[in-house]
């Protein structure tokens, strides 16, 4: 029996390999077989476990013999094993080890089998996060000739702590983003219009093949590190604080808010931005859904038809075309023969009837009611 503590060059070595996880196809499987080789163990696992019923829903490891995996689970062993019972009921914390827990642990027969077969006495193991649901634990397991963990292993384990979980935090991040991209890609893939999904952090998560042709088409517009880029520098600014109002509604720290943005193009009509926040969901943490809409290629609602839907007087639905086209009201107003006067007394009664607030706002609306 020996004791083994981390020396400082293999701890880099060690936590090189853990964040490589992130990016390996294999996750953290080459991360276990390094703690493993270093730490004087014989097997470990990393295994994400479901609280009720309790069984394993996901499982990386190195050490284990495919025979012994497929007994495993096909026999649900993990509802036996006495450190996961434990576990289950813990916050993450610090490693432990597995020796105290057993005085007070009646094994089945299965389970005591497993352990005499495979000559195991002792595991150190880690909480290294618990949901409602889940625990994510990682366990380091040893022989009887390889002894049990000393307090000066374990605390040369628990310098690695804070990097385990963030690792794993990290991991979970870009698995949950991974699967919200693909899961709303058959929903967003088919709609006729630019379309792009923001994270909660408003990076472009996911874009259609409409939004991909627009990036490519509009020299005013480009995608630079996952965020919008605007040739427009004043439209910069104004789209930060759109999306981080929309998104933070999505997560319910506010009312419901939505936006429309205008990107200028020389000598053609603007594009509109509208922004509307995705709600928090499993697959979001929040977000937001950037639809863009261009006037050459798509029929604006008409005066007419806002009217009619909205109950608006015919003067009222004229101010709303020309706001739904990128005109402000000093626009509108030289347009249309009135004062600025006129219009902000009318886009006030425009307002009331729909239920809107800020313009940006009531071009959203007229757009997600009338824009087929």
Wanted: hydrophobic share 40%; charged share 20%; glycine share 6%.
């Amino acid at each position: 029996m020996k004791t083994t503590t981390l020396e400082l060059q293999s701890e880099h070595s060690l936590i090189q390999s853990l964040y490589g996880a992130l990016t390996d196809q294999e996750g953290f499987h080459g991360f276990l077989e390094k703690l493993v080789n270093l730490i004087n163990g014989c097997a470990a696992q990393l295994l994400v476990v479901r609280k009720h019923p309790l069984q394993m829903d996901h499982l990386w490891y190195h050490g284990l013999s495919d025979e012994f995996l497929g007994w495993y689970l096909e026999n649900n062993m993990i509802a036996q094993d006495v450190v996961t019972n434990q576990a289950i009921k813990q916050p993450p914390g610090l490693f432990q080890s597995a020796l105290p827990l057993l005085p007070d642990f009646q094994p089945g027969e299965d389970y005591s089998k497993w352990e005499n077969d495979q000559d195991m006495l002792d595991s150190a193991w880690l909480v290294v996060d618990s949901t409602p649901t889940h625990t994510f634990l990682l366990t380091i397991q040893r022989t009887v000739a390889q002894g049990p963990y000393q307090e000066s292993e374990l605390q040369s384990l628990n310098r690695l702590v804070p990097h385990i979980r963030q690792a794993v935090l990290l991991y979970r991040q870009l698995e949950s983003h991974s699967k919200a991209a693909s899961s709303l890609a058959s929903v967003i893939e088919v709609l006729p219009d630019a379309t792009f999904v923001l994270d909660s952090l408003a990076t472009v998560l996911y874009s259609n093949k409409a939004a991909r042709n627009l990036i490519q088409r509009e020299r005013c517009l480009g995608i630079r590190h996952d965020r919008f880029s605007f040739a427009e520098k004043d439209l910069h600014s104004a789209f930060f604080r759109a999306s981080a109002q929309v998104v933070r509604s999505s997560m319910g720290k506010e009312n419901y808010s939505s936006e429309t943005l205008f990107l200028k193009r020389e000598g053609r009509t603007p594009l509109l931005f509208v922004l509307r926040p995705i709600e928090s969901s499993e697959l979001l943490a929040g977000g937001a859904l950037v639809t863009v809409y261009d006037p050459e290629n798509r029929v604006l609602p008409s005066a007419e038809h806002i009217a009619a839907y909205f109950n608006l007087t015919p003067a009222e639905a004229q101010v709303c075309e020309h706001l739904v086209a990128g005109i402000d009201p000093q626009g509108c107003a030289d347009q249309l023969g009135r004062s600025v006067a006129t219009v902000r007394s009318q886009l006030k009664q425009i307002f009331q009837k729909t239920g809107c607030s800020r313009q940006g706002e009531l071009i959203s609306r007229l757009l997600a009611a009338l824009l087929r």
